[in-house]
């Protein structure tokens, strides 16, 4: 069974912060997502990898910046952490090429930025 | 652009009565669809898709290109089925990205 682990389940960080948030996968995932869930807008896509070192921009990458050195593990950066970036932070995986390219999610990461 | 839209926020169905969640995407291309849930305290999983034709858990989902749409249905709901629910829409660029809906709270009453 696939397992996306998290490595907060919860976070509270400060105006101004650097906020690393970590997510590491253990099936050889090519493709890793960071996606921020919020009431009312759904799973919004930050930053997506879809292989070591590379990255591409999703619909809301302002503030954000990612880095995949490993295939296992794809972190998401918040540079200097504000307020409207307190949400609930999913990390997903998927396989290239898998039937219907189902993704595969962690339990998520509750930052709160003070 | 791809884009889904969920019209329903939230929606109760009593328990032993039909679901029907809604689920329509704006797409050029020949659309991948999915139906994800997320049970309470648990994580995000994929509950369907579209080219399997598959029912989960009681749920089948029909792709309509006509109408674009791919609504999420139950027959007889159950008080387990109380989740939220995601429709989500990939495409052929290439890349495995996914677009997702607003999500629909269910909340099935006793």
């Known amino acids: 069974d696939v397992k996306v682990t998290q490595s907060s389940r919860y976070l509270v960080k400060r105006t101004g912060e650097k906020v690393f948030l970590e997510c590491v996968q253990d099936?050889?995932?090519?493709?890793m997502f960071w996606y921020r869930q919020d009431p009312g807008l759904g799973l919004r896509l930050i930053y997506f990898?879809?292989?070591?070192?590379?990255?591409e921009k999703g619909d809301i990458p302002e503030g954000y910046s990612v880095s995949r050195e490993k295939k296992e593990r794809f972190s998401l950066i918040l540079e200097s952490a504000s307020t409207n970036q307190t949400s609930m932070y999913l990390c997903?995986?998927?396989?290239?090429?898998?039937?219907?390219?189902?993704?595969?999610f962690g339990d998520g990461t509750r930052l709160s930025i003070l | 652009a791809q884009r889904v839209t969920q019209p329903e926020k939230l929606l109760s169905v009593f328990k032993g009565a039909p679901v029907e969640l809604k689920c329509n995407y704006s797409y050029s291309g020949s659309p991948e669809l999915f139906w994800y849930v997320q049970y309470s305290r648990q994580r995000l999983q994929l509950l369907l898709r579209?080219?399997s034709r598959e029912s989960i858990k009681g749920f089948t989902a029909d792709l309509n290109k006509g109408e674009t749409s791919f609504h999420l249905k139950k027959p007889f709901a159950q008080e387990e089925d109380s989740a939220m629910y995601y429709c989500a829409l990939g495409n052929n660029f290439g890349n495995e990205k996914l677009t997702f809906g607003t999500g629909t709270r269910l909340t099935i009453i006793p």
């Open positions: 099936m050889d995932h090519e493709n």
């Open positions: 997903a995986s998927s396989l290239t090429g898998a039937p219907a390219r189902a993704q595969h």
């Open positions: 990898s879809y292989d070591v070192k590379m990255k």
């Open positions: 579209h080219i």
